[in-house]
């Protein structure tokens, strides 16, 4: 057996889902290429490989999608895991990015929400925006003194890592609610010996009317949530795509007062950064895709 | 004064792995260490709190880096975005040599995240070597390569696990990061007798040591790093160290991770068997 025919094989059957009492499904050959020894079985022996797959990659989307999991409960959270996991098996070299694909997958699944679908996705789009505040690329934010030159086709940009989400649910707060230790990435280690069990209590918020908005972005390199407003939105949303300064209030002046306010705010906070700045450094995600 | 080609380091002395609990005890406290291993892939991100806390790290302390995910045993090519972003960390850190595993964990594009053993072949010594090369090449700086902890082995193989590891270091020209614990850890999975392993590796490609704890069970061993050090894992680290002369040694503890002092103290064990004039 050729070297890439083995791997092939191997991956194949380790990533095979788990049996209900965590055993690798009888299906799996394993005897035609791994050895026994004289207490283990090759069903066995690849089994502890098939075990530690399922709880490293099942405790990494446990620890990064905390606020879906309270919604859902661990049981759902689990199914949607392993149905999601079975789908996208992981296509980078950090775990970081397993849930790179869940919003998408789960727009068509309802399934797996109970009924608390629009708060589950409202919930993804947070949780995956709180990833890339975390520790996405930045740029050479704008000094005061180059808002004092602004000039309708001026372009500015925002930080790589600041992501504009519009939600109908109050998921900040229900996030912040549950989340224990939200920064906390990365602990390596290979040997996973079991699942973590950790009882989540459920929770839910009420879907408002009208849509509410957020920036999730990074200061001190702390991820937090901040609510703006509709016209704020707008106007970070048209700078994000690279309109100028011009095209950008169009979409979203208020009054002269309030741009100013906003202006100064978000530079303080370092938001701005030259358009130029964030095209020439090229975020790897902008390279290979989300997952990459 | 080098102890062999790929050991130039021979005053590293005794290192800990750098880990998120330990954090504010480091910046608090400033502990001497001798030097920090750190997970490589932990700090391959674009920015945010993990290079901050690398560039703090750096401006007191000596890091060497370890690879999880270059996957040298893995058929398939290296990833040229993982390679870009590991050139990058090894500007960073200007680390003096860099480790990963003998193992494979990738196909076809799909990740494992787990260090999966190699089919004894030699086939897959010559792809294996031909990509630490490569990698060596590309990131400029010296590789060392570890021997994994392992609970299955194949129909196909060809050799013992030690005479792989030699292949591919003789092959490749390449060190070797020597991790005796798992070399326990195999001889018990496997029903070998580990100083056969261990005296069977070419002294003079050893560039780093790895010591560690490990969980038993019933019917095998599992490296869970999550434990002290056990007597016959230090005697094999005697073993290494009479063989191999004064070799950067690092403690891995990777869970259940108890404070900052007891894992130091732990570590500083190795002390008595290395020289006298290495610090700890």
Same mark, same amino acid.
């Given at each position: 057996?050729?070297?890439?025919?083995?791997?092939?094989?191997?991956?194949?059957?380790?990533?095979?889902?788990?049996?209900?009492?965590?055993?690798?499904?009888?299906?799996?050959?394993?005897?035609?290429?791994?050895?026994?020894?004289?207490?283990?079985?090759?069903?066995?022996?690849?089994?502890? *490989?098939?075990?530690? *797959?399922? *709880?490293?990659?099942?405790?990494?989307? *446990?620890?990064?999608?905390?606020?879906?999991?309270?919604?859902?409960?661990?049981?759902?959270?689990?199914?949607?895991?392993?149905?999601?996991?079975?789908?996208?098996?992981?296509?980078?070299?950090?775990?970081?990015?397993?849930?790179?694909?869940?919003?998408?997958?789960?727009?068509?699944?309802?399934?797996?929400?109970?009924?608390?679908?629009?708060?589950?996705?409202?919930?993804?789009?947070?949780?995956?925006?709180?990833?890339?505040?975390?520790?996405?690329?930045?740029?050479?934010?704008?000094?005061?003194?180059?808002?004092?030159?602004?000039?309708?086709?001026?372009?500015?940009?925002?930080?790589?890592?600041?992501?504009?989400?519009?939600?109908?649910?109050?998921?900040?707060?229900?996030?912040?609610?549950?989340?224990?230790?939200?920064?906390?990435?990365?602990?390596?280690?290979?040997?996973?010996?079991?699942?973590?069990?950790?009882?989540?209590?459920?929770?839910?918020?009420?879907?408002?009317?009208?849509?509410?908005?957020?920036?999730?972005?990074?200061?001190?390199?702390?991820?937090?949530?901040?609510?703006?407003?509709?016209?704020?939105?707008?106007?970070?949303?048209?700078?994000?795509?690279?309109?100028?300064?011009?095209?950008?209030?169009?979409?979203?002046?208020?009054?002269?007062?309030?741009?100013?306010?906003?202006?100064?705010?978000?530079?303080?906070?370092?938001?701005?950064?030259?358009?130029?700045?964030?095209?020439?450094?090229?975020?790897?995600?902008?390279?290979?895709?989300?997952?990459? | 004064?080098?102890?062999?080609?790929?050991?130039?380091?021979?005053?590293?002395?005794?290192?800990?792995?750098?880990?998120?609990? @330990?954090?504010? @005890?480091?910046?608090?406290?400033?502990?001497?260490?001798?030097?920090?291993?750190?997970?490589?892939?932990?700090?391959?991100?674009?920015?945010?709190?993990? =290079?901050?806390?690398?560039?703090?790290? =750096?401006?007191?302390?000596?890091?060497?880096? @370890?690879?999880?995910?270059?996957?040298?045993?893995?058929?398939?090519?290296?990833?040229?975005?993982?390679?870009?972003?590991?050139?990058?960390?090894?500007?960073?850190?200007?680390?003096?040599?860099?480790?990963?595993?003998?193992?494979?964990?990738?196909?076809?594009?799909?990740?494992? @995240?787990?260090?999966?053993?190699?089919?004894?072949?030699? %086939?897959?010594?010559?792809?294996?070597?031909?990509?630490?090369?490569?990698?060596?090449?590309?990131?400029?700086?010296?590789?060392?390569?570890?021997?994994?902890?392992?609970?299955?082995?194949?129909?196909?193989?060809?050799?013992?696990?030690?005479?792989? =590891?030699? %292949?591919?270091?003789?092959?490749?020209?390449?060190?070797?990061?020597?991790?005796?614990?798992?070399?326990?850890?195999?001889?018990?999975?496997?029903?070998?007798? /580990?100083? %056969?392993?261990?005296?069977?590796?070419?002294?003079?490609?050893?560039?780093?040591?790895?010591?560690?704890?490990?969980?038993?069970? %019933?019917?095998?061993?599992?490296?869970?790093?999550?434990?002290?050090?056990?007597? /016959?894992?230090?005697?094999?680290?005697?073993?290494?160290?009479?063989?191999?002369?004064?070799?950067?040694?690092? =403690?891995?503890?990777?869970?259940?991770?108890?404070?900052?002092?007891?894992?130091?103290?732990?570590?500083?064990?190795?002390?008595?068997?290395? /020289?006298?004039?290495?610090?700890?």
């Amino acid at each position: 057996m050729k070297l890439i025919e083995l791997q092939r094989r191997m991956a194949a059957d380790l990533m095979r889902p788990l049996t209900r009492n965590d055993n690798l499904s009888s299906k799996v050959k394993a005897a035609e290429y791994v050895a026994p020894n004289d207490r283990l079985t090759s069903h066995e022996r690849l089994e502890i *490989y098939s075990r530690s *797959y399922w *709880y490293r990659v099942l405790d990494s989307l *446990y620890d990064d999608f905390p606020g879906l999991r309270a919604i859902l409960g661990d049981e759902a959270f689990h199914k949607l895991s392993l149905a999601y996991l079975t789908a996208h098996p992981s296509s980078s070299f950090t775990m970081r990015n397993l849930g790179c694909s869940l919003e998408e997958w789960l727009r068509s699944r309802r399934q797996y929400t109970g009924g608390r679908h629009a708060l589950a996705l409202d919930m993804v789009r947070l949780e995956w925006a709180h990833i890339q505040a975390f520790d996405g690329p930045s740029s050479k934010p704008l000094e005061p003194e180059d808002l004092l030159e602004l000039s309708p086709d001026l372009r500015m940009s925002l930080q790589p890592y600041i992501t504009l989400l519009d939600v109908h649910h109050p998921v900040d707060d229900l996030r912040i609610r549950v989340s224990r230790n939200p920064d906390v990435h990365g602990a390596a280690s290979n040997a996973v010996t079991a699942p973590h069990h950790r009882a989540t209590k459920r929770r839910t918020v009420a879907r408002r009317k009208s849509p509410m908005f957020i920036a999730v972005h990074r200061f001190d390199e702390s991820v937090y949530y901040r609510r703006i407003e509709p016209e704020a939105f707008r106007i970070l949303t048209a700078l994000q795509r690279g309109e100028s300064i011009g095209t950008a209030l169009d979409a979203g002046f208020e009054d002269q007062a309030s741009v100013a306010k906003w202006f100064a705010m978000w530079a303080e906070l370092g938001w701005l950064c030259k358009h130029d700045a964030v095209n020439s450094q090229g975020s790897v995600h902008e390279i290979t895709g989300p997952c990459g | 004064m080098p102890a062999n080609p790929f050991n130039g380091f021979t005053e590293y002395g005794v290192g800990i792995g750098l880990r998120i609990p @330990h954090y504010r @005890h480091i910046f608090e406290r400033h502990p001497v260490v001798d030097w920090f291993e750190i997970i490589s892939e932990n700090f391959m991100v674009d920015g945010g709190r993990p =290079l901050a806390v690398l560039d703090q790290i =750096l401006e007191r302390y000596r890091v060497v880096q @370890h690879g999880v995910s270059m996957y040298f045993g893995s058929a398939e090519k290296l990833n040229r975005d993982h390679l870009r972003r590991l050139k990058a960390l090894v500007k960073r850190t200007k680390t003096p040599w860099l480790t990963d595993h003998l193992c494979w964990g990738s196909v076809d594009g799909r990740y494992s @995240h787990d260090l999966l053993p190699m089919p004894y072949t030699f %086939e897959a010594t010559r792809i294996t070597a031909r990509k630490i090369r490569e990698a060596r090449d590309y990131l400029e700086v010296p590789i060392a390569v570890e021997n994994v902890s392992s609970y299955a082995e194949f129909h196909v193989s060809q050799m013992t696990e030690w005479e792989f =590891l030699n %292949e591919v270091a003789e092959r490749a020209d390449c060190g070797i990061l020597l991790d005796v614990n798992n070399i326990y850890v195999s001889s018990r999975n496997h029903n070998f007798d /580990p100083f %056969e392993y261990l005296n069977s590796v070419p002294a003079s490609r050893v560039a780093q040591i790895h010591i560690a704890g490990h969980s038993k069970f %019933e019917k095998y061993i599992l490296d869970t790093h999550d434990h002290p050090v056990i007597d /016959p894992v230090w005697r094999l680290y005697d073993q290494a160290i009479r063989r191999c002369g004064p070799t950067a040694t690092l =403690l891995e503890w990777d869970d259940r991770i108890p404070s900052f002092d007891e894992v130091h103290t732990e570590a500083r064990k190795a002390k008595k068997f290395l /020289p006298a004039e290495v610090s700890v």
